[in-house]
């Protein structure tokens, strides 16, 4: 009975993270320092890196 109860609590905490996903993002990233380090280690990956450059410089 115990395991199914938490069974149930961690689905019902999945459920409400899920709804709420895009606000507890803004919440996170609402902090400067944060926010910086997100876009930082976001592009020092490579792929993202060259697809955004293609896109931005693109020669016509």
Do not use: C, D, H, T
Not at 25 to 47: C, E, H, Y
């Amino acid at each position: 009975m115990q395991r199914f109860l938490l069974l149930l609590l961690g689905f019902a905490v999945l459920l409400v993270g899920f709804r709420f996903r895009y606000r507890f993002v803004n919440i996170i990233l609402g902090n400067p320092f944060i926010r910086g380090l997100a876009v930082s280690s976001f592009f020092k990956l490579p792929f993202v890196r060259e697809k955004l450059l293609n896109q931005v410089f693109r020669y016509s």
